[in-house]
C-alpha cells in the first residue's frame, strides 16, 4: 500500500522541487518512459453498463473537477514533459461542456501527435464532424452486442441505433482507424464475440476484446463474469478459423493484432487480468478531479490539482509530475488478490 501515500505528497514535493531543473521526460523508477496520458473529462455518463457502475451512481459536484483552464495547464506541463498521445475518456466525454474546445486547445500543443477519444458513441452524431475539424484523430467506441436487446441489459438505459449512427458519423468524419472496444462479460456477450469478429471481414475495424477487470464495489461481478482472452480466441477460432497474428505492431499497444484469413480489419486481445502487459505500460491517467494515476488498477495517486490551486508555477507543476511519475509501480497487484477500491471505472477512464 505504499504508493497511497502519494496521495498526500503534494506540498512536499513542491517544496523540495522548487530548486530542481524541470525535466524533459517522463521516466519511471524502471527506466519506463511515459509519452500517453488519458485523460477522464468526467466521471458522469448517460448509460449505466453493468460491469462500470451501479445503476444508483452518483456523480462529482462541479467544483471538484478539473475546469477548462486548470486542464489546460496541466495539459501544456505534459506535452513539455514529452506526452506525445493524449486520449480523452471519462465517464463519458462527449457530455463535457466545451469539450470541442479542448480537444482544439489539446490538438494546438507543441509535441502532442496524436488526439483520440473513448466514447459510448452516443453523441457522436453531432459531435463526429466537429471533433475532427478541431483535431481529434482517433476514436474507439464501446459496443459489446449487435443485439438491441442485449444491448440495453449491458447498459441498462442505452439504444443500440444511437450507437450505430455514432459509428457511421465517426466514419463520414473520417476518425480513422476506427477502433471497438468490447468488454467480454460471462452471460452478457461471451456467447456473441464470434460475430462481433464477423464485423472484421467487411469492415476495416479493429475490434478489441477487453478482459473484465475488479474494482471497488462492483469487484465481485467482474470477477464473477471475467472471460480470459484465451477462451475468447478459441472461441473466434473455432467458428472462423486461425486467427494470423500481424507483424510490425507497436509493442506498447496492450492490443496484439491478428486478422481474420481475408478480413479487411483487424482483432485485437486485451488481456489485463490473465497475461498483464505492465512491462511495457506506457501510460498515465489524469482523473477528472485532477489526480495522476499511475497504475490502472492500483488505488495510489497525486493529487496536480490542489497545488495547482494553491498557485504552482507552471515549472514547479512539471518538476511535481515528474517527482511523482518516477514512483509508478511496476504492475498491478491482481495475481497477488490486490482490487483497487476507491473508484469505480467511470472514475478513472479505463
Ligand atoms: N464512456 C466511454 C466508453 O464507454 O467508451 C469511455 C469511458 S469507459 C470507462 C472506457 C472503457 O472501459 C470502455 O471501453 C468500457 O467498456 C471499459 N470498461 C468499463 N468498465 C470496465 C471494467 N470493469 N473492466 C474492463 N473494461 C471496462
Ligand atoms: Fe458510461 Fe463508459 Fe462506464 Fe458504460 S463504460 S457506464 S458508457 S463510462
Redesign the pocket.
Known sequence: MADISLMDSAEDNLRQSRSEPAPEALIDQFGRRLNYLRI?LTDA?N?R?V???PESMTFRPRQELMTDNELSTIVRAMAELGVDKIRL?????TVRPNLVEIVRFIAQQQGVRIVAM????ILLPQLAEPLARAGLNRM???I?TLDPAKFKRITRWGRLDTVWAGLEAAEAADLRPIKI???VTRGFNDEEVVDLARLTLERDWEVRF??????GS?ASF?QDAVVSSAETRQRIETALGPLHELVGYDGRDPARPYRLAGAQGTLGFIS?VTEPFCAGCNRLRLTADGKLRLCLLRDGEFDVLTPLRQGADPESLKRMIAAAVYHKPWGHGLPDGEVPQLR???Q???
Not at 118 to 121: A, V
Request: glycine letters at 14%; aromatic letters at 6%.
Open positions: 477522464s455518463c448509460l453498463c460491469y462500470c457502475m475518456t471519462g465517464g463519458e466525454p473513448t466514447t459510448n458513441g474507439n467506441v464501446s459489446d472496444n468490447v468488454v477487453i478482459e473484465l477487470m475488479p474494482f462492483e467482474a489485463t469505480l471505472m467511470n478513472i477512464g479505463g
